[in-house]
């Protein structure tokens, strides 16, 4: 149980980005911590399945605003703007707003978003 936990933390956001509908499936199978081999194997088919999606303008947007949560308390007032101004123009193809949430995460040291699977791949992307 505690394994596929960790793993559902690291995964939650770059799911989110690719599809809500397998976000609240898997959120459906951990419901009353009720985890076994067949949510298991429903969980890695999901991952997988999702990893061949393409992120859409409202699916980055939806993951996006739930990272924002980790910064909205602590950001400046010229961080809230750029970020607002960067969720005005998102774009799939243009993704500035994923590089600047990978600068706050290292800005403001959020371990928790540093391990997430979304910011890994957005750091790796930006690195290219």
């Known amino acids: ?3 596929w936990q960790e793993s559902w933390a690291q995964n939650k956001y770059w799911v989110m980005s690719r599809s809500q509908q397998f976000y609240n499936e898997i959120r459906a199978l951990a419901k009353g911590n009720q985890w076994d081999e ?33 910064f909205k308390n602590k950001a400046t007032f010229e961080e809230k703007r750029k970020y607002q101004v960067l969720l005005n123009k998102l774009e799939e193809a243009n993704d500035e707003l994923g590089r600047y949430l990978v ?23 930006n690195n290219k």
């Open 1 to 3: 149980m505690e394994k």
């Open 38 to 70: 067949k949510c298991q194997q429903r969980y890695q088919q999901i991952l997988q399945e999702a990893d061949s999606m393409l992120p859409t303008k409202e699916t980055l947007t939806t993951a996006y605003q739930h990272v924002w949560g980790y």
């Open 103 to 125: 600068e706050l995460t290292d800005e403001y040291e959020v371990k928790y978003l540093a391990e997430s699977i979304l910011i890994r791949k957005l750091r790796k992307a």
